[in-house]
């Protein structure tokens, strides 16, 4: 073991291992800040696809439309949609227009502030077309 001879070579061991044990609060406190963080960011995250979703189901209105080649939109108000029968996956972007994907097709939804709505699709190989509106 080494005695310091000095009064200086003290002081300067004080100072290393009060140096050190800063050293390790601070890699603790950096730590512990992203874990802090981390959760933070995670918690917003969820509670904005929760809030997302239920915004996206609430605002969609009844629709039966068909697309050219057979493709039969529906959704009841407040949702879900549905593409020839089957469930979407919805995407809102803003409260006037969401976008229904499945069964290999994309279905755009515009709302209007007088309450009309116009559907048109695309599907794969970049067809595309303009939806009318089942009576």
């Known amino acids: ?23 390790l609060i601070q890699q603790k406190t950096i730590t512990m ?8 960011a995670l918690t917003l995250a969820a509670s904005q696809i929760v809030i997302t979703a239920t915004a996206s189901l609430a605002a969609i209105p009844k629709l039966h439309y068909t697309c050219p080649g057979k493709i039969e939109v529906h959704a009841n108000k407040g949702g879900p949609v549905f593409i020839n029968g089957k469930k979407a996956v919805l995407k809102t972007f803003n409260e006037n ?25 695309t599907g794969t190989g970049g067809k595309n077309g303009i939806c009318s509106e089942k009576k």
Not at 109 to 117: K, R, V, Y
Request: aromatic share 18%; charged share 20%.
């Open 97 to 121: 227009y969401y976008e229904a994907k499945g069964s290999g097709v994309t279905v755009s939804i515009a709302l209007t502030s007088d309450g009309t709505s116009s559907v048109s699709y």
């Open 33 to 40: 800040n992203k874990i802090f963080m981390a959760s933070s």
């Open 1 to 23: 073991m080494w005695f310091p001879k000095y009064k200086s070579d003290k002081i300067l061991i004080v100072f290393f291992k009060s140096f050190k044990i800063v050293e």
